[in-house]
């Protein structure tokens, strides 16, 4: 397979100081470089492009963007989140989760666990009504 995963995001924002803000204040991310109409941050292996614009985020569905995160460390985020930024949904999911949205109403997600981890949840659940196939 030639793709390896997710090479960076890209969110457009209204204001571009107060999305920095939020990102690197709530969320804790790095900034790495900032210009008139942009920045860079980074968490992780995660690179985040912020770009001016609209701030026009997706509405409906289930869209949304997961930022994996310890359970060690789950608590002490998920606390600040939800002091911070307000709820776009509730938990009802496999692993500890917080669904907040960022300042231009992006939808976000903290959450603990893998792909495994969920995919061994509905394993032995089967009553959830999700089939695992094995590779």
């Not at 942009?38 to 912020?50: D, I, M, P, R």
């Not at 770009?51 to 985020?57: K, R, T």
């Not at 981890?117 to 394993?123: E, G, P, Q, T």
């Amino acid at each position: 397979m030639s793709i390896r995963g997710l090479n960076h995001l890209t969110l457009t924002v209204a204001d571009l100081e107060r999305s920095v803000a939020f990102y690197r204040e709530v969320l804790e991310f790095e900034l790495r470089a900032m210009w008139a109409t942009g920045a860079y941050l980074e968490a992780g292996t995660l690179w985040l492009c912020l770009s001016a614009g609209d701030g026009s985020a997706p509405t409906g569905g289930e869209t949304h963007y997961a930022f994996d995160v310890t359970d060690a460390e789950f608590g002490a985020l998920a606390e600040r989140i939800r002091r911070t930024a307000p709820p776009w949904k509730e938990n009802s999911s496999e692993g500890a989760s917080v669904y907040f949205l960022d300042p231009d109403g992006h939808r976000l997600e903290l959450h603990v666990g893998s792909l495994a981890s969920r995919l061994a949840h509905y394993s032995a659940h089967p009553d959830k009504g999700v089939t695992v196939v094995r590779g």
